[in-house]
């Protein structure tokens, strides 16, 4: 299994709230993802990460923030958690080559 | 634009093969994925194409039409443990990045 943990694992917070994520890797792999999953939709990509400091926006970006101070961990932020947001949130890795992609166990965030 | 199109269920018996297909069109296309999603927990990577042709790994196989924008996940020998969504991911874009598919959930019976 690829050395992916995401923090927490389940989390129910209220409307307005601001909520972090936390993706930490053990494999230095440079490419580090933010997706969500909702039923009647594909996995989309919030934000990514291809490098300390380097990130750039996804398909569904609005109302998410993320932060990369080092190679190992990707942050993704919801400023003002809204009922919208509630989802499973999944980080995924990969190396420069982006061949493979794995996927960490996912957070479930619940939005009241 | 970008869209991917595979079915929604299907439907096969413990011990047969079953065939999943997906259709894409995607600019800047460099590769394509599949991944296994039992419910409730991650995607795990299955294979991935670049090149056009059959790639064969164990009971899964995969196929890839780039000109035609098509791909198949071939699973013999079906066994209850197969029963998943199976998610359809081609890489592309101006990013390079996968986009997803919405899956096909696959119910695999005695």
């Known amino acids: 299994d690829a050395g992916i943990t995401q923090s927490p694992r389940h989390k129910v917070t209220e409307t307005g709230t601001p909520v972090t994520l936390r993706c930490h890797q053990t494999e230095n792999h440079r490419y580090m993802y933010w997706y969500r999953q909702d039923p009647g939709h594909g996995l989309r990509l919030i934000h990514y990460s291809y490098g300390v400091k380097d990130t750039d926006k996804g398909e569904v970006s609005d109302g998410y923030s993320v932060s990369r101070s080092k190679t190992e961990d990707f942050l993704l932020t919801l400023e003002s958690a809204t009922s919208s947001q509630t989802s499973v949130y999944f980080c995924?890795?990969?190396?420069?080559?982006?061949?493979?992609?794995?996927f960490g166990e996912g957070s479930w965030l619940t939005v009241v | 634009g970008q869209n991917i199109d595979q079915p929604t269920e299907m439907t096969a018996t413990e011990g047969a093969i079953v065939q999943i297909n997906c259709t894409y069109q995607t600019s800047g296309f460099n590769g394509l994925f599949w991944y296994q999603q039992h419910a409730g927990e991650a995607p795990t990577f299955l294979s991935y194409n670049v090149l056009d042709g059959l790639e064969e790994k164990g009971r899964f196989s995969s196929f890839l039409s780039r000109s035609k924008g098509y791909s198949y996940l071939l699973l013999k020998e079906l066994q209850m443990k197969d029963s998943a969504s199976y998610l359809c991911?081609?890489?592309?874009?101006?990013?390079?990045?996968?986009?997803f598919g919405k899956g096909t959930k696959l119910s695999v019976k005695p």
């Open positions: 995924a890795i990969s190396d420069v080559g982006r061949n493979t992609i794995y």
């Open positions: 991911a081609p890489k592309g874009g101006s990013q390079g990045n996968l986009i």
